[in-house]
């Protein structure tokens, strides 16, 4: 079992920037390819970025390719998604999800990911 918790949500203007961070806990944490997912209301849960065990692969959604970074510490079991250029469209419930999964061969979905965080809302004013 994996528990995940995440934090650095709040409200931010336009063009500004949020980090994210998501702390596990459990078993064998640092073995799992990490996701940041987000759902907007009346919307699915779509894949933000994600990460693999050991950091050596990435992939992100064409939506926030140059403005958005994945990364972990495995020491800390702690995974970070540092967003930048922030438009009113990056507002959502941000989760954070664990999974035995490969990175980087195909879009992943939310049912790729066995473990999920609460969720912390990002708002972006214009």
């Known amino acids: 079992q994996v528990q995940l918790v995440e934090s650095g949500g709040g409200l931010v203007q336009a063009g500004g920037s949020l980090r994210l961070s998501c702390t596990a806990s459990?078993?064998?944490?640092?073995?799992?390819?990490m996701g940041w997912f987000r759902q907007a209301p009346g919307k699915e849960r779509n894949l933000v970025a994600a990460i693999s065990p050991t950091g050596g692969t990435t992939d992100y959604a064409d939506a926030v390719k140059g403005r958005f970074t994945i990364s972990r510490d495995n020491a800390k079991t702690t995974v970070y998604l540092e967003m930048n250029s922030l438009r009113p469209e990056d507002t959502a419930v941000y989760y954070c999800?664990?999974?035995?999964?490969?990175?980087?061969?195909?879009?992943?979905?939310?049912?790729?990911?066995?473990?999920w965080g609460q969720g912390t809302q990002v708002t972006v004013s214009s």
């Open positions: 459990g078993r064998t944490s640092s073995s799992y390819a």
């Open positions: 999800a664990a999974g035995s999964v490969r990175v980087g061969r195909r879009t992943l979905k939310a049912d790729d990911f066995d473990y």
